[in-house]
């Protein structure tokens, strides 16, 4: 990019920061912490940092289980989005990318803007941009060409969503970028409601990997959504949610080691023709098993805590 181009991509930012649109608009407030908090100058030439490749390995370890978790889903995406001249990178909490696909065609170009494994994107070196700026404000996001703090990163077009762990922390952040001048909003929205899916398919994955011997469950939150998953043990404790999950029950507390929960509003939709045949179910092993709780809930293949639980959920009397 042309000097005079450059100087007028920094004096736009410095504007926007001085008229104090910081306050209203989400992007000014990253250019504002790319330029005040850390110090950056839109207008620097530098290439993004790279580690080395044992920290680069280092950094990989660190995210083994991730990384275990996302490998067919990122395939996925690459066969989504490849074909429009765009690479998929998977990176962590830190913003650098740990795991890439790229068409070897285009690799060249990607690998001299910094789009590569080991580069380092969060905010605080490379400013505003899709990996570091998601993992700042923790939501799915695009930078688009002039959006990017530094000027050298203009041309690029960035989409961008967070990946959290089986505990609900952050772990990384997915990332599908693009250095071509025509992709327009309709091939950008297209590109968001993709990462944003294959986001969900990772953290579900890893989810279900961390909890292998569990029973895996959508919750029945009121606001339901097909990533706030549970693992259920044998007795139908919870002893694990994902970041969805926690936040759809954070109004109750913690979630660990507490049976599964219901909402009322699910509770209220609950057909009665399925509550009936499980109660029937349960009232026959009690009549075998002549009124012995252990015996009726080893018949049923329950343990004797999750079927007095159930007891109490059916209206049935605990036996004598």
């Avoid at 067919?72 to 913003?95: E, I, K």
């Avoid at 002039?146 to 990946?163: D, G, K, V, W």
């Avoid at 706030?228 to 507390?253: E, F, K, M, N, S």
Wanted: charged residues 25%; proline residues 4%.
């Amino acid at each position: 990019m042309r000097h005079p181009e450059r100087r007028q991509h920094a004096d736009r930012i410095h504007r926007a920061i001085e008229a104090g649109e910081a306050a209203m608009s989400a992007l000014v407030a990253s250019w504002k912490r790319s330029a005040a908090l850390h110090r950056l100058d839109p207008a620097e030439r530098r290439l993004p940092q790279r580690l080395g490749d044992h920290d680069l390995a280092m950094a990989r370890e660190h995210v083994a289980p991730l990384l275990r978790a996302a490998q067919t889903t990122l395939d996925r995406l690459f066969l989504a989005v490849g074909g429009m001249g765009c690479c998929v990178l998977l990176a962590d909490r830190h913003g650098v990318p740990v795991e890439r696909r790229g068409a070897p065609g285009d690799d060249g170009t990607f690998e001299s803007w910094g789009l590569w494994t080991g580069c380092v994107w969060s905010e605080d070196s490379e400013g505003t941009n899709g990996i570091g700026t998601c993992l700042v404000e923790q939501r799915a996001l695009t930078i688009h060409r002039h959006q990017h703090f530094f000027t050298r990163n203009t041309l690029l077009s960035c989409t961008t969503a967070p990946i959290y762990d089986h505990e609900g922390r952050l772990a990384g952040a997915l990332d599908v970028s693009s250095c071509r001048a025509d992709l327009g909003d309709d091939l950008v929205n297209l590109v968001a409601v993709a990462v944003g899916d294959a986001a969900r398919r990772i953290e579900a994955e890893a989810f279900r990997l961390a909890y292998p011997q569990a029973r895996i469950v959508v919750a029945p939150a009121a606001d339901w959504t097909p990533n706030a998953l549970l693992a259920v043990d044998r007795d139908d404790l919870v002893i694990g949610a994902t970041r969805a999950a926690r936040q759809a029950y954070r109004h109750r507390g913690d979630l660990i080691g507490r049976p599964v929960p219901a909402s009322d509003d699910a509770e209220a939709r609950y057909e009665d023709g399925l509550r009936h045949a499980e109660r029937v179910i349960v009232e026959r092993a009690l009549i075998r098993s002549g009124g012995n709780v252990t015996a009726a809930a080893r018949q049923l293949g329950l343990s004797r805590a999750t079927l007095h639980r159930k007891l109490g959920r059916l209206g049935l009397e605990r036996p004598h």
